[in-house]
């Protein structure tokens, strides 16, 4: 996946139940993710140090209870993207004329008592937007609430783990 090739990649199915309140939507994994078949498993990615400040969610337990955990305070995580052609991890190596957006009007439907979604950067705002809030504008299953948040990875090296941290607990609010 580093030989600048571009792939076709397709997204993790969503962790959530019957109880999540809110979502929170990436773009699509990157490599890291990917290899481990993991939500953010870059080392260096900011998302589960933020869980942990948030949920006291140990980022060093296995993988399938930190999920657990999430699920369990009514957090669900997903991607906008169902597929899309991208060399390496970055978002802006993404082919935007690949991008195939998952199932939001299955999900959101089956969904009612999602009250908010929360993007993880700027790129999963914005594809949703095109691809789905646009196209669905009138839609009485699409949560009014979306907000924006810091990206989670480390190429967002603007802000320090705190001040992502500040920026993510908007999420409690909406629990």
């Not at 260096?44 to 006291?56: C, E, K, S, T």
């Not at 969610?57 to 669900?76: F, G, M, N, S, T």
């Amino acid at each position: 996946m580093n030989d600048g090739q571009s792939l076709l990649l397709r997204c993790f199915a969503p962790l959530e139940n019957a109880h999540s309140r809110i979502l929170i939507l990436g773009s699509m994994p990157g490599v890291a993710s990917l290899r481990r078949q993991q939500y953010y498993a870059h080392p260096r990615n900011a998302f589960w140090p933020i869980m942990a400040a948030l949920f006291g969610i140990d980022r060093h337990q296995p993988y399938a209870e930190r999920c657990a955990r999430l699920v369990a305070r009514r957090v669900a995580l997903w991607d906008v993207m169902q597929a899309c052609r991208r060399s390496g991890s970055l978002d802006s190596a993404i082919e935007r004329e690949s991008i195939q957006a998952n199932d939001f009007p299955a999900f959101f439907r089956a969904h009612r008592h999602l009250n908010a979604v929360f993007f993880n950067g700027g790129t999963a705002e914005q594809t949703f937007q095109r691809e789905v809030a646009r196209r669905h504008a009138d839609a009485d299953w699409l949560p009014e609430t979306r907000i924006r948040l810091p990206s989670t990875s480390p190429a967002n090296a603007r802000l320090t783990l705190d001040d992502k941290t500040g920026h993510w607990r908007v999420i409690l609010q909406h629990l």
